[in-house]
């Protein structure tokens, strides 16, 4: 049986993806639960705007508190500042056998997910990142997915899961792709800068993705921002590159609003410390600064909890 926790967009799609093949069981909070069975009836809906056909499976679903036994395979799709909670609710259930996959936007979950467990006690750890196009209608679980953008997954050395085959050989609406744990950080790293320059200029400026694109002076920032994320990840070489993909994804992107200025908006906690404050601390680890970064970092908790900024 799988779990998954965290049934948002990326839950609910990697779940209708699993459900053809596998037994899969969600994890919910109660009242979330509450509102699944009773306002959705249990039941997933995915648009997929590619071949205009509606996907509905219903799942059966648990608080983290009655699931009965060890979990055997877990995926969790909460977001970044949410993983150790999580995994802490979940601990009495999970074994050095226990495979569990975490796919999130940002960096640096890794050090928590290790700081949870003694070596010998450590589960099976698979990290991966979706780039699925896919987007909630409404308050209940029904979606719209473009029907593009694949996930890559990778085991950090020492670690094995049949989950990432499992995902990667099952390609029912959404592909996935195996990397090598070298391969799965670079591209990690590309997806933090374009998340780092993206993310919180749209919370800031509450504007769609695409309005980025749209003024010289933001035009600057992001080229600014590409340069002091390649600089700390030590890719120069790559800086044309990166920042063409970083224009690119703004351009495809350009009618989504991001996932930081919903969360902004919706009051709930942001990401900022696993993206831009990532690259904050990386390069304090190299005695540099990231003036951008970190300024960015300092400004999105004060636009999500309204404070004043301490001048201490
Ligand atoms: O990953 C995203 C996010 O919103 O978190 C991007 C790619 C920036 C799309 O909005």
Partial sequence: MIHILGVGSIGSLLATELCVKHSVRLI??????????KASKSTIKIHNLRDSVTYTNTFPAATAFDLGGPIEKLILTVKAYDIHSALNNLKNYITPKTEILIMHNGMGVDRIVTGLWKESE???????????????????????????????????????????????????????????????????????????????????????NGRLLELDEHMSLIKALVHEGCKTF??????????????????????????????????RPSEIDFINGYIVDQAKSQNKFAPYNWMLQKLIPMRTKQVKYDLE
């Fill in 122 to 208: 450590k589960p099976q750890i698979a990290y991966g990142i979706s780039r699925a196009g896919v987007a909630r209608n409404g308050p209940t679980w029904d979606f719209r997915y473009t029907g593009n953008g694949t996930n890559i997954i990778t085991h950090p050395p020492g670690s094995h899961t049949q989950l990432a085959g499992i995902l990667t050989n099952s390609s029912n609406y959404v592909y996935s792709e195996y990397l090598d744990y070298p391969k799965f950080v670079a591209e990690q790293q590309v997806k933090l800068i374009i998340n780092s320059v993206t993310n919180p200029l749209t919370a800031l400026l509450e504007c769609e």
């Fill in 28 to 37: 919910m909070r109660s009242k979330t639960l509450e509102r699944f069975t």
């Fill in 234 to 267: 030590g890719r120069m070489s790559e800086y044309e590159n990166i920042y063409n993909t970083v224009v690119s994804v703004l351009e495809k992107t350009a009618k989504n609003r991001s996932s930081m200025l919903s969360d902004v908006e919706l009051g």
